[in-house]
């Protein structure tokens, strides 16, 4: 069974503080089919990142994505408060798309 | 702009069956993929089935097989969900989305419905 692992399962920092998000897969994920989403409480998942490392439209560069093979990265350089919440990453790997279980980023 | 609109909420008996619309606006829905995924009370998001809409060709998560039928519309640019057997464990709320992907084969998902509360109660 394909499964993603997100660590660590919160996350608790200061505004301007970087924040480093890990997504591992238990097989090998092509970086074409690495997503990441933003979840606030009460609204829709936001897309962030796709393709590992793409930034969406209208997203800040302070998000970026990196990694290749089974480990996956999202790195906010700089906390703004809008950014405290969850985040999913997910793969579109055969016929197994997957979602992460989520980190919660919240305030210290 | 690009709008994907669903109905609020549905409510069914236990063995039920529901069916969700997702209507598009904005885009041909023809011309992008469309995914379904549902997120029960205070859970992650559990991806459902995508459903490749100028091929006519799905697939759906595992769990999911047997009970799931994703299906499109043309005419009116609609996207349904049919999930069939339905089981309090069901309760969700049910989110359309749509899929792209780039000249480079990355794929992303980048507009999401309101989503729509589905109950599964006696």
């Known amino acids: 069974e394909f499964v993603l692992t997100q660590s660590p399962g919160t996350l608790s920092l200061s505004p301007g503080e970087r924040a480093t998000l890990s997504c591992r897969a238990s097989e090998s994920v092509s970086s074409s089919y690495l997503a990441w989403y933003q979840q606030k409480a009460g609204q829709i998942p936001r897309l962030l990142i796709y393709g590992t490392s793409s930034r969406a439209t209208g997203i800040p560069d302070r998000f970026s994505g990196s990694g290749s093979g089974t480990d996956f990265t999202l790195t906010i350089t700089r906390l703004e408060p809008e950014d405290f919440a969850v985040y999913y990453c997910?793969?579109?790997?055969?016929?197994?798309?997957?979602f992460g279980p989520g980190t919660k980023v919240e305030i210290k | 702009q690009v709008q994907l609109v669903q109905p609020g909420a549905e409510v069914k008996k236990p063995g039920a069956s529901v069916r969700v619309s997702c209507e598009a606006s904005?885009?041909?829905?023809?011309?992008?993929?469309l995914t379904w995924v549902r997120q029960g009370p205070g859970q992650g998001l559990e991806w459902v089935g995508w459903i490749n809409t100028y091929l006519g060709t799905t697939d759906y998560a595992q769990d999911l097989k047997g009970r799931v039928t994703l299906t499109t519309e043309a005419s009116t640019n609609t996207a349904y969900m049919d999930l069939r057997s339905l089981r309090s464990n069901d309760t969700a709320v049910y989110y359309c989305?749509?899929?792209?992907?780039?000249?480079?084969?990355?794929?992303?998902?980048?507009?999401w419905g309101q989503g729509t509360l589905v109950t599964v109660s006696s």
């Open positions: 989305a749509r899929v792209f992907w780039d000249d480079l084969g990355n794929y992303g998902v980048d507009y």
């Open positions: 904005g885009y041909t829905l023809s011309d992008y993929g």
């Open positions: 997910q793969q579109f790997g055969d016929s197994r798309w997957t």
